[in-house]
Protein backbone atom coordinates (compact mmCIF):
# COMPACT_ATOMS: atom_id res chain seq x y z
CA UNK A 1 0.00 0.00 0.00
CA UNK A 2 1.17 3.53 -0.09
CA UNK A 3 1.55 6.17 2.18
CA UNK A 4 1.25 10.00 1.85
CA UNK A 5 3.87 11.57 3.98
CA UNK A 6 3.04 14.84 5.21
CA UNK A 7 6.09 16.74 4.63
CA UNK A 8 7.08 17.48 0.73
CA UNK A 9 10.80 17.14 0.43
CA UNK A 10 12.97 17.01 -2.80
CA UNK A 11 13.60 13.97 -4.75
CA UNK A 12 17.18 13.03 -4.67
CA UNK A 13 18.58 12.60 -8.32
CA UNK A 14 15.07 12.23 -9.99
CA UNK A 15 15.81 14.91 -12.09
CA UNK A 16 12.57 17.63 -12.61
CA UNK A 17 9.32 16.32 -11.42
CA UNK A 18 6.81 16.57 -13.91
CA UNK A 19 3.80 17.83 -13.11
CA UNK A 20 0.63 16.52 -15.60
CA UNK A 21 -2.45 18.31 -14.93
CA UNK A 22 -5.02 15.75 -15.73
CA UNK A 23 -7.70 18.51 -15.57
CA UNK A 24 -5.92 20.91 -17.82
CA UNK A 25 -7.88 21.77 -21.24
CA UNK A 26 -6.45 20.56 -23.95
CA UNK A 27 -5.96 23.20 -26.63
CA UNK A 28 -5.64 22.48 -30.37
CA UNK A 29 -2.99 23.43 -32.19
CA UNK A 30 -1.16 22.87 -35.83
CA UNK A 31 0.58 19.03 -35.33
CA UNK A 32 0.41 20.20 -31.24
CA UNK A 33 -0.96 20.10 -28.30
CA UNK A 34 -0.31 21.64 -25.19
CA UNK A 35 2.27 21.91 -23.22
CA UNK A 36 2.28 19.65 -20.25
CA UNK A 37 2.40 21.40 -17.08
CA UNK A 38 6.52 20.65 -16.31
CA UNK A 39 7.53 22.27 -13.07
CA UNK A 40 10.13 21.10 -10.67
CA UNK A 41 7.88 20.92 -7.63
CA UNK A 42 8.77 19.42 -4.28
CA UNK A 43 7.78 16.17 -3.94
CA UNK A 44 7.62 13.47 -1.16
CA UNK A 45 9.72 11.68 0.52
CA UNK A 46 10.13 7.09 1.41
CA UNK A 47 6.62 6.17 1.98
CA UNK A 48 4.94 6.57 6.02
CA UNK A 49 4.98 3.14 6.21
CA UNK A 50 3.08 3.81 9.77
CA UNK A 51 1.24 7.12 9.80
CA UNK A 52 -0.55 6.37 12.75
CA UNK A 53 1.99 6.34 15.42
CA UNK A 54 1.01 3.92 18.85
CA UNK A 55 -2.15 2.97 19.65
CA UNK A 56 -4.19 6.00 17.59
CA UNK A 57 -4.18 4.03 14.62
CA UNK A 58 -7.84 4.60 12.44
CA UNK A 59 -10.57 2.82 14.71
CA UNK A 60 -11.40 0.35 11.40
CA UNK A 61 -11.90 -3.60 12.65
CA UNK A 62 -13.43 -6.18 10.60
CA UNK A 63 -16.33 -4.28 10.29
CA UNK A 64 -18.92 -4.98 7.30
CA UNK A 65 -17.75 -2.36 4.39
CA UNK A 66 -17.50 -1.81 0.92
CA UNK A 67 -15.96 -2.21 -2.49
CA UNK A 68 -15.68 0.87 -2.78
CA UNK A 69 -17.19 2.57 -6.17
CA UNK A 70 -18.61 4.65 -3.71
CA UNK A 71 -17.53 8.74 -4.42
CA UNK A 72 -13.97 8.35 -4.87
CA UNK A 73 -13.84 9.63 -7.61
CA UNK A 74 -13.38 13.54 -8.36
CA UNK A 75 -13.23 14.40 -4.19
CA UNK A 76 -10.47 15.19 -2.76
CA UNK A 77 -9.01 12.12 -1.24
CA UNK A 78 -7.03 14.31 1.21
CA UNK A 79 -10.56 14.87 2.78
CA UNK A 80 -11.13 11.25 3.23
CA UNK A 81 -9.61 9.17 6.56
CA UNK A 82 -7.47 6.69 4.69
CA UNK A 83 -8.47 3.28 6.11
CA UNK A 84 -9.02 0.06 4.45
CA UNK A 85 -12.03 -0.71 2.53
CA UNK A 86 -12.69 -4.25 4.81
CA UNK A 87 -14.91 -6.98 4.79
CA UNK A 88 -17.92 -6.09 3.02
CA UNK A 89 -19.22 -9.29 2.06
CA UNK A 90 -21.79 -9.74 -1.01
CA UNK A 91 -22.68 -5.74 -0.09
CA UNK A 92 -24.93 -5.83 -3.09
CA UNK A 93 -23.74 -2.28 -4.44
CA UNK A 94 -24.41 -1.49 -7.85
CA UNK A 95 -21.19 -0.30 -9.28
CA UNK A 96 -22.57 3.17 -10.58
CA UNK A 97 -24.65 4.13 -7.59
CA UNK A 98 -22.57 6.62 -6.18
CA UNK A 99 -20.49 7.56 -8.26
CA UNK A 100 -20.52 10.91 -10.46
CA UNK A 101 -22.42 10.66 -13.63
CA UNK A 102 -20.41 8.47 -16.38
CA UNK A 103 -18.88 10.71 -18.89
CA UNK A 104 -19.19 9.97 -22.73
CA UNK A 105 -15.84 8.94 -23.84
CA UNK A 106 -14.19 7.78 -27.14
CA UNK A 107 -14.07 4.30 -27.67
CA UNK A 108 -10.66 2.94 -26.19
CA UNK A 109 -10.08 6.37 -24.38
CA UNK A 110 -7.34 5.25 -22.18
CA UNK A 111 -5.03 5.49 -25.55
CA UNK A 112 -5.77 8.72 -26.50
CA UNK A 113 -6.32 10.91 -24.18
CA UNK A 114 -3.04 10.89 -22.11
CA UNK A 115 0.15 13.32 -22.86
CA UNK A 116 3.13 11.89 -22.87
CA UNK A 117 7.20 12.79 -23.12
CA UNK A 118 8.36 11.83 -26.94
CA UNK A 119 12.49 11.51 -27.81
CA UNK A 120 12.43 14.97 -29.22
CA UNK A 121 10.80 16.65 -26.08
CA UNK A 122 7.31 16.62 -27.96
CA UNK A 123 4.54 14.94 -25.93
CA UNK A 124 2.43 11.88 -27.96
CA UNK A 125 -0.65 10.90 -26.65
CA UNK A 126 -1.22 7.75 -25.07
CA UNK A 127 2.40 6.64 -24.15
CA UNK A 128 3.68 6.47 -20.69
CA UNK A 129 6.36 7.90 -19.21
CA UNK A 130 9.45 5.82 -19.74
CA UNK A 131 12.85 6.52 -17.37
CA UNK A 132 15.19 7.76 -19.81
CA UNK A 133 12.16 10.12 -21.50
CA UNK A 134 11.39 11.07 -18.12
CA UNK A 135 13.81 14.12 -17.34
CA UNK A 136 12.65 15.74 -20.67
CA UNK A 137 10.90 18.94 -20.39
CA UNK A 138 8.38 21.64 -21.65
CA UNK A 139 7.15 19.71 -23.97
CA UNK A 140 4.44 20.45 -26.64
CA UNK A 141 1.89 18.06 -28.74
CA UNK A 142 -0.39 17.97 -31.48
CA UNK A 143 -3.20 15.70 -31.62
CA UNK A 144 -6.83 15.60 -32.58
CA UNK A 145 -9.51 13.24 -31.36
CA UNK A 146 -10.29 10.58 -34.07
CA UNK A 147 -13.66 10.03 -35.12
CA UNK A 148 -14.81 7.00 -33.06
CA UNK A 149 -17.85 6.30 -31.45
CA UNK A 150 -18.56 6.83 -28.53
CA UNK A 151 -19.36 4.58 -25.36
CA UNK A 152 -20.32 5.20 -21.75
CA UNK A 153 -17.28 4.65 -20.03
CA UNK A 154 -17.80 2.40 -16.70
CA UNK A 155 -16.75 3.99 -13.47
CA UNK A 156 -14.33 2.87 -12.10
CA UNK A 157 -14.17 0.66 -8.96
CA UNK A 158 -12.45 0.19 -5.66
CA UNK A 159 -12.16 -3.32 -4.67
CA UNK A 160 -9.63 -3.18 -1.50
CA UNK A 161 -6.70 -0.88 -0.14
CA UNK A 162 -6.75 2.17 1.46
CA UNK A 163 -9.92 4.66 0.78
CA UNK A 164 -9.19 8.24 -0.22
CA UNK A 165 -6.15 6.95 -1.93
CA UNK A 166 -7.70 7.49 -5.32
CA UNK A 167 -9.55 9.72 -7.65
CA UNK A 168 -10.00 9.36 -11.64
CA UNK A 169 -9.59 11.87 -13.81
CA UNK A 170 -11.67 12.86 -16.66
CA UNK A 171 -9.26 11.14 -19.42
CA UNK A 172 -9.74 7.65 -17.71
CA UNK A 173 -6.76 7.65 -16.03
CA UNK A 174 -6.07 6.68 -11.80
CA UNK A 175 -4.51 9.26 -9.64
CA UNK A 176 -3.01 7.30 -6.64
CA UNK A 177 -1.87 9.59 -3.90
CA UNK A 178 2.34 10.08 -4.26
CA UNK A 179 4.23 7.06 -3.37
CA UNK A 180 8.13 7.72 -3.98
CA UNK A 181 8.73 3.96 -3.53
CA UNK A 182 5.91 3.20 -6.17
CA UNK A 183 6.99 6.03 -8.33
CA UNK A 184 10.54 4.91 -8.59
CA UNK A 185 9.07 1.31 -9.14
CA UNK A 186 7.12 2.28 -12.11
CA UNK A 187 9.86 4.31 -13.53
CA UNK A 188 11.56 1.51 -13.88
CA UNK A 189 8.83 -0.66 -15.01
CA UNK A 190 7.88 1.18 -18.03
CA UNK A 191 11.27 0.15 -19.67
CA UNK A 192 11.05 -3.60 -17.90
CA UNK A 193 9.90 -6.51 -19.74
CA UNK A 194 7.35 -6.25 -17.54
CA UNK A 195 5.58 -3.04 -18.77
CA UNK A 196 2.67 -5.25 -20.41
CA UNK A 197 1.70 -6.01 -16.94
CA UNK A 198 1.54 -3.22 -14.88
CA UNK A 199 -0.56 0.10 -15.54
CA UNK A 200 1.21 2.43 -17.93
CA UNK A 201 2.90 5.28 -15.81
CA UNK A 202 2.60 9.05 -16.94
CA UNK A 203 4.54 10.50 -14.27
CA UNK A 204 3.55 12.79 -11.01
CA UNK A 205 0.37 14.93 -11.02
CA UNK A 206 -0.73 17.28 -8.50
CA UNK A 207 -4.74 18.16 -7.34
CA UNK A 208 -5.14 20.18 -4.39
CA UNK A 209 -2.15 20.80 -3.33
CA UNK A 210 -1.36 16.57 -3.37
CA UNK A 211 0.72 14.62 -5.37
CA UNK A 212 -0.28 11.48 -7.30
CA UNK A 213 1.26 9.00 -9.23
CA UNK A 214 -0.84 8.87 -12.93
CA UNK A 215 -1.64 5.78 -14.33
CA UNK A 216 -3.84 4.13 -16.53
CA UNK A 217 -7.08 3.18 -14.97
CA UNK A 218 -7.37 -0.74 -15.83
CA UNK A 219 -11.05 -1.28 -15.97
CA UNK A 220 -11.51 1.28 -18.67
CA UNK A 221 -11.56 -1.24 -21.52
CA UNK A 222 -14.02 -3.72 -19.94
CA UNK A 223 -17.77 -3.35 -19.33
CA UNK A 224 -19.35 -3.43 -16.05
CA UNK A 225 -16.30 -5.61 -15.42
CA UNK A 226 -15.77 -8.62 -12.76
CA UNK A 227 -12.71 -7.52 -10.59
CA UNK A 228 -10.85 -9.52 -7.79
CA UNK A 229 -7.34 -8.33 -6.19
CA UNK A 230 -4.80 -11.33 -4.94
CA UNK A 231 -1.93 -10.42 -3.14
CA UNK A 232 1.03 -12.00 -3.95
CA UNK A 233 3.78 -14.07 -2.21
CA UNK A 234 4.18 -15.75 1.35
CA UNK A 235 5.21 -12.51 3.19
CA UNK A 236 3.02 -8.97 3.24
CA UNK A 237 5.47 -6.96 5.52
CA UNK A 238 9.12 -5.77 4.72
CA UNK A 239 11.96 -7.11 6.62
CA UNK A 240 12.51 -3.13 7.26
CA UNK A 241 8.87 -2.89 8.89
CA UNK A 242 10.07 -6.32 11.49
CA UNK A 243 13.79 -4.26 12.31
CA UNK A 244 11.64 -1.28 12.63
CA UNK A 245 9.21 -3.28 15.16
CA UNK A 246 11.83 -4.34 17.45
CA UNK A 247 13.43 -1.58 17.52
CA UNK A 248 10.74 0.83 18.21
CA UNK A 249 7.68 -1.41 18.62
CA UNK A 250 4.55 0.67 18.32
CA UNK A 251 1.55 -1.63 19.29
CA UNK A 252 -1.87 -0.52 17.16
CA UNK A 253 -5.33 -0.70 18.63
CA UNK A 254 -6.82 -0.76 15.60
CA UNK A 255 -5.41 -3.84 14.14
CA UNK A 256 -6.05 -5.06 17.88
CA UNK A 257 -9.82 -4.37 16.82
CA UNK A 258 -9.40 -5.79 13.34
CA UNK A 259 -7.98 -9.13 14.64
CA UNK A 260 -11.00 -9.79 17.26
CA UNK A 261 -13.53 -8.97 15.09
CA UNK A 262 -12.31 -12.20 13.22
CA UNK A 263 -10.67 -14.22 15.91
CA UNK A 264 -11.87 -12.82 19.73
CA UNK A 265 -9.54 -15.27 20.77
CA UNK A 266 -6.42 -14.52 18.71
CA UNK A 267 -4.78 -12.22 20.59
CA UNK A 268 -2.52 -13.37 23.51
CA UNK A 269 -3.10 -12.45 27.46
CA UNK A 270 -0.06 -9.56 26.91
CA UNK A 271 -2.15 -8.53 23.48
CA UNK A 272 -5.35 -8.46 25.31
CA UNK A 273 -4.24 -6.82 28.83
CA UNK A 274 -2.88 -4.05 26.39
CA UNK A 275 -5.96 -3.87 24.09
CA UNK A 276 -2.86 -3.58 21.04
CA UNK A 277 -0.99 -5.61 18.53
CA UNK A 278 1.96 -4.70 17.32
CA UNK A 279 1.41 -4.98 12.98
CA UNK A 280 3.73 -7.66 12.22
CA UNK A 281 2.06 -9.74 14.72
CA UNK A 282 -0.98 -8.86 12.80
CA UNK A 283 0.67 -9.43 9.47
CA UNK A 284 1.76 -12.53 10.29
CA UNK A 285 -1.42 -13.45 11.67
CA UNK A 286 -3.35 -12.76 8.61
CA UNK A 287 -0.87 -14.44 6.47
CA UNK A 288 -1.64 -17.68 8.77
CA UNK A 289 -5.34 -17.56 8.92
CA UNK A 290 -5.49 -17.06 5.02
CA UNK A 291 -3.73 -19.24 1.96
CA UNK A 292 -1.10 -16.73 1.79
CA UNK A 293 1.11 -18.81 4.26
CA UNK A 294 0.12 -22.45 2.51
CA UNK A 295 0.04 -21.22 -0.96
CA UNK A 296 1.92 -17.94 -1.30
CA UNK A 297 -1.13 -15.74 -2.43
CA UNK A 298 -4.41 -14.74 -1.11
CA UNK A 299 -7.60 -13.70 -2.32
CA UNK A 300 -8.37 -9.65 -0.82
CA UNK A 301 -11.63 -8.96 -2.35
CA UNK A 302 -13.59 -9.63 -5.34
CA UNK A 303 -16.43 -7.34 -7.04
CA UNK A 304 -18.75 -9.20 -9.61
CA UNK A 305 -20.32 -7.62 -12.49
CA UNK A 306 -24.29 -7.26 -10.81
CA UNK A 307 -22.58 -4.62 -7.95
CA UNK A 308 -22.04 -7.49 -5.23
CA UNK A 309 -18.93 -7.39 -3.60
CA UNK A 310 -16.62 -9.56 -1.37
CA UNK A 311 -13.77 -8.60 0.19
CA UNK A 312 -14.72 -11.38 3.64
CA UNK A 313 -11.40 -13.64 2.47
CA UNK A 314 -9.69 -13.45 5.54
CA UNK A 315 -10.11 -16.99 6.23
CA UNK A 316 -10.24 -18.60 3.15
CA UNK A 317 -7.29 -20.77 3.33
CA UNK A 318 -7.00 -23.98 1.81
CA UNK A 319 -7.24 -24.96 -1.58
CA UNK A 320 -10.91 -25.83 -2.23
CA UNK A 321 -11.57 -22.43 -0.45
CA UNK A 322 -9.90 -20.51 -3.36
CA UNK A 323 -11.08 -23.43 -5.89
CA UNK A 324 -14.92 -22.21 -5.07
CA UNK A 325 -13.74 -18.86 -4.66
CA UNK A 326 -12.68 -18.81 -8.43
CA UNK A 327 -15.81 -21.11 -9.09
CA UNK A 328 -18.12 -17.83 -8.25
CA UNK A 329 -15.53 -15.22 -9.68
CA UNK A 330 -15.72 -16.52 -12.94
CA UNK A 331 -19.12 -17.80 -13.02
CA UNK A 332 -17.71 -21.37 -14.32
CA UNK A 333 -16.96 -19.71 -17.26
CA UNK A 334 -13.96 -21.69 -18.30
CA UNK A 335 -13.39 -19.97 -21.29
CA UNK A 336 -12.19 -16.75 -19.08
CA UNK A 337 -10.84 -19.25 -16.53
CA UNK A 338 -8.38 -20.54 -19.63
CA UNK A 339 -7.49 -16.65 -20.37
CA UNK A 340 -6.59 -16.49 -16.87
CA UNK A 341 -4.45 -19.59 -16.98
CA UNK A 342 -2.57 -18.09 -20.18
CA UNK A 343 -2.04 -15.23 -18.56
CA UNK A 344 -0.67 -15.95 -15.36
CA UNK A 345 2.06 -18.83 -17.14
CA UNK A 346 2.80 -15.53 -19.87
CA UNK A 347 3.25 -13.37 -16.43
CA UNK A 348 5.82 -16.19 -15.25
CA UNK A 349 7.67 -16.71 -17.88
CA UNK A 350 8.06 -12.49 -18.28
CA UNK A 351 8.92 -12.66 -14.35
CA UNK A 352 11.60 -14.95 -15.34
CA UNK A 353 13.34 -12.56 -17.92
CA UNK A 354 12.50 -9.47 -16.01
CA UNK A 355 15.65 -7.08 -14.41
CA UNK A 356 13.10 -5.58 -12.15
CA UNK A 357 12.02 -8.33 -10.76
CA UNK A 358 15.16 -10.15 -10.19
CA UNK A 359 16.83 -7.05 -8.64
CA UNK A 360 13.29 -5.96 -6.28
CA UNK A 361 11.74 -7.74 -3.04
CA UNK A 362 8.07 -7.41 -4.23
CA UNK A 363 5.85 -7.62 -1.14
CA UNK A 364 2.18 -6.47 -0.98
CA UNK A 365 1.83 -6.33 -4.11
CA UNK A 366 -1.03 -7.77 -5.96
CA UNK A 367 -2.57 -8.87 -9.40
CA UNK A 368 -5.37 -7.45 -10.89
CA UNK A 369 -7.97 -10.06 -12.46
CA UNK A 370 -10.79 -8.05 -14.85
CA UNK A 371 -12.79 -9.41 -17.07
CA UNK A 372 -15.99 -9.15 -18.52
CA UNK A 373 -19.03 -10.86 -20.42
CA UNK A 374 -17.34 -10.66 -23.28
CA UNK A 375 -14.85 -13.10 -22.45
CA UNK A 376 -11.80 -10.52 -22.57
CA UNK A 377 -9.92 -11.50 -19.22
CA UNK A 378 -6.39 -9.58 -18.85
CA UNK A 379 -4.17 -9.54 -15.48
CA UNK A 380 -1.88 -6.68 -14.44
CA UNK A 381 0.32 -6.18 -11.63
CA UNK A 382 -0.30 -3.57 -8.85
CA UNK A 383 0.43 -1.89 -5.68
CA UNK A 384 4.28 -1.43 -5.57
CA UNK A 385 4.16 0.90 -2.31
CA UNK A 386 6.30 -1.70 -0.44
CA UNK A 387 8.59 -3.20 -3.41
CA UNK A 388 12.28 -2.44 -2.69
CA UNK A 389 15.45 -2.82 -4.72
CA UNK A 390 17.83 -5.46 -3.19
CA UNK A 391 21.33 -4.43 -1.93
CA UNK A 392 23.54 -5.70 -5.11
CA UNK A 393 24.80 -8.50 -5.25
CA UNK A 394 21.64 -9.97 -3.88
CA UNK A 395 19.01 -11.45 -5.47
CA UNK A 396 16.20 -14.06 -5.00
CA UNK A 397 14.84 -17.03 -6.36
CA UNK A 398 10.95 -15.95 -5.41
CA UNK A 399 10.53 -19.17 -4.54
CA UNK A 400 12.31 -20.11 -1.84
CA UNK A 401 10.77 -20.11 1.98
CA UNK A 402 11.74 -16.87 3.41
CA UNK A 403 13.99 -16.86 6.29
CA UNK A 404 15.11 -13.33 7.93
CA UNK A 405 17.81 -11.98 6.06
CA UNK A 406 17.42 -13.24 3.08
CA UNK A 407 14.64 -11.27 1.67
CA UNK A 408 12.50 -14.26 -0.01
CA UNK A 409 9.10 -12.89 -0.98
CA UNK A 410 7.66 -16.23 -2.44
CA UNK A 411 5.75 -14.60 -5.10
CA UNK A 412 6.88 -17.18 -7.83
CA UNK A 413 6.29 -19.95 -5.18
CA UNK A 414 2.48 -18.09 -5.17
CA UNK A 415 2.31 -18.25 -9.13
CA UNK A 416 3.05 -21.65 -9.55
CA UNK A 417 0.45 -22.66 -6.77
CA UNK A 418 -2.17 -20.51 -8.43
CA UNK A 419 -1.64 -21.52 -12.11
CA UNK A 420 -1.48 -25.48 -10.82
CA UNK A 421 -5.05 -24.21 -8.52
CA UNK A 422 -6.52 -22.86 -12.32
CA UNK A 423 -5.03 -25.73 -14.27
CA UNK A 424 -6.95 -28.19 -12.07
CA UNK A 425 -9.99 -26.36 -12.42
CA UNK A 426 -10.20 -26.83 -16.03
CA UNK A 427 -11.62 -29.34 -18.01
CA UNK A 428 -8.39 -32.02 -19.23
CA UNK A 429 -7.88 -31.92 -23.08
O1 LIG B 1 -6.03 -5.99 4.96
P1 LIG B 1 -6.06 -5.62 6.42
O2 LIG B 1 -6.22 -6.78 7.31
O3 LIG B 1 -7.02 -4.51 6.71
O4 LIG B 1 -4.57 -5.07 6.79
C1 LIG B 1 -4.03 -3.98 6.11
C2 LIG B 1 -3.26 -4.44 4.88
O5 LIG B 1 -2.32 -5.43 5.22
C3 LIG B 1 -2.54 -3.26 4.22
O6 LIG B 1 -1.77 -3.71 3.11
P2 LIG B 1 -2.23 -3.38 1.58
O7 LIG B 1 -2.43 -1.91 1.48
O8 LIG B 1 -1.13 -3.90 0.77
O9 LIG B 1 -3.51 -4.14 1.41
C4 LIG B 1 -1.61 -2.57 5.21
O10 LIG B 1 -1.03 -1.43 4.59
P3 LIG B 1 0.53 -1.32 4.27
O11 LIG B 1 0.64 -1.66 2.83
O12 LIG B 1 0.85 0.07 4.58
O13 LIG B 1 1.28 -2.27 5.12
C5 LIG B 1 -2.41 -2.09 6.40
O14 LIG B 1 -1.50 -1.49 7.31
P4 LIG B 1 -1.73 -0.01 7.83
O15 LIG B 1 -1.97 0.87 6.63
O16 LIG B 1 -0.47 0.33 8.58
O17 LIG B 1 -2.98 -0.10 8.70
C6 LIG B 1 -3.12 -3.25 7.10
O18 LIG B 1 -3.88 -2.72 8.16
N1 LIG C 1 -4.37 0.82 -12.23
C1 LIG C 1 -5.52 0.45 -11.68
N2 LIG C 1 -6.62 0.30 -12.46
C2 LIG C 1 -7.81 -0.05 -11.91
N3 LIG C 1 -8.00 -0.27 -10.60
C3 LIG C 1 -6.94 -0.14 -9.77
C4 LIG C 1 -5.65 0.22 -10.27
N4 LIG C 1 -4.79 0.29 -9.23
C5 LIG C 1 -5.52 -0.02 -8.12
N5 LIG C 1 -6.80 -0.27 -8.45
C6 LIG C 1 -7.90 -0.61 -7.52
O1 LIG C 1 -7.59 -0.09 -6.23
C7 LIG C 1 -7.49 -1.15 -5.28
C8 LIG C 1 -6.35 -0.85 -4.32
O2 LIG C 1 -5.15 -0.70 -5.04
P1 LIG C 1 -3.75 -0.66 -4.33
O3 LIG C 1 -2.76 -0.12 -5.29
O4 LIG C 1 -3.48 -2.00 -3.74
O5 LIG C 1 -4.02 0.41 -3.17
P2 LIG C 1 -3.48 0.47 -1.68
O6 LIG C 1 -2.04 0.84 -1.83
O7 LIG C 1 -4.33 1.52 -1.05
O8 LIG C 1 -3.66 -0.92 -1.08
C9 LIG C 1 -7.32 -2.43 -6.09
O9 LIG C 1 -7.87 -3.53 -5.41
C10 LIG C 1 -8.11 -2.09 -7.35
O10 LIG C 1 -9.48 -2.34 -7.14
Known sequence: MTKTPDTPAPCPGMGDIHHNNPE?????????VPELVVTCEPCVTQCDQSPHGPTTGPHHPDEESICSDSGLSGSPASSLELRKLSNASSAGLSPASSFEECEEDLMGYGECNSQTLTQDGGLFPGEPVTTDLWKKSKAMVNWSPPSVPVRKRSPWVQVVGHAGNFQTDSDGRLLKKYCECEQLCFLQLMSDRLRPFVPAYYG?????????NLMDDLLADFDSPCIMDCKM??????EEELKKARECPQPRKDMYEKMIAVDPHAPT???QA??????????QWRETLSSTATLGFRIEGIKKTDGTCNTNFKRTKYKDEVVQALEDFVDNNMLILKNYQQRLKE?????????FFKAH????????????????????????????????????DHRSPWAEGNREDGYLWGLDNFIDILTSMLPEK
Do not use: C
Request: proline fraction near 6%.
Open 204 to 212: VTQREEQDY
Open 347 to 355: LRIVLGNSD
Open 24 to 32: EPVEQLPRR
Open 233 to 238: GSRTYL
Open 274 to 283: QQAVLKTRYM
Open 269 to 271: AEE
Open 361 to 396: EVVGSSLLFVHDQTGKAGIWMIDFGKTVPLPSPLSL
